[in-house]
């Protein structure tokens, strides 16, 4: 059952998938804390924290992060990086195929499949460690659940959009207002006239 779990990388390096854990060597386990394990993605690295900078720097300023590299983040240095720009026009380019799909199965292809063309490409999923400020890998699961999202949520640009139209309610004082700001209104003029 240990082999069901273990998968061998190209470079020799096995992975547990259900305990996280890279081996070096078939007796030798050491655990990593962080390892990319899914096998549709390249040889397995360690996630590495790329040295960063505070959010609110542009991301080019940010030493080891590449233009294939997806941030993980809703602010304005993770909406402008290339990175991020190309992955939503390759989620624009799947949508369609994914909200139409028959079954989960075939959504759940297609989304390892985003995830294994962003990481063939060179590209990492990274996300701000808040603590730390570094960069982090957060792993395929958590790719894919953005992947998913993201073709989950994706608007199709041909949809005519509909404008409501805004429902104004105008007040119509009563007759005990109208007395009320009257009286309000004669109190303020006999005090401005003694000004």
């Known amino acids: 059952n240990k082999m069901m779990t273990m998968m061998r990388m190209p470079s ?3 992975v547990n998938h259900q305990r996280n854990t890279l081996a070096l060597s078939d007796g030798d386990v050491k655990k990593e804390e962080r390892v990319a394990t899914s096998p549709t993605s390249s040889p397995p690295f360690k996630k590495s924290a790329v040295d960063s900078l505070p959010t609110t720097q542009d991301s080019a ?3 080891g992060l590449s233009a294939a590299d997806v941030l993980c983040g809703r602010d304005k240095v993770s909406h402008a990086h290339v990175g991020n720009k190309r992955f939503r026009q390759i989620i624009e380019k799947n949508r369609e195929e994914y909200q139409t799909a028959p ?3 075939a959504k759940t292809t297609i989304t390892c499949r985003i995830v294994a063309m962003i990481r063939d490409s060179g590209g990492r999923f990274l996300k701000q460690n808040a603590k730390t400020n570094e960069w982090e890998d957060v ?3 958590y790719a894919r659940e953005k992947v998913s999202h993201a073709l989950r949520s994706a608007k ?3 949809r005519p959009r509909i404008k409501k139209p805004r429902k104004v309610t105008k007040h119509v004082p009563t007759p005990d207002e109208d007395a009320q700001f009257e009286t309000v209104l004669c109190d303020q003029r006999k005090i401005f006239e003694q000004l």
Request: glycine letters at 20%; hydrophobic letters at 20%; charged letters at 25%.
């Open 156 to 158: 199709d640009p041909n």
């Open 139 to 141: 792993g395929d699961g």
């Open 103 to 105: 079954s989960r199965d």
């Open 61 to 63: 300023n940010i030493p």
């Open 12 to 14: 020799g390096l096995m």
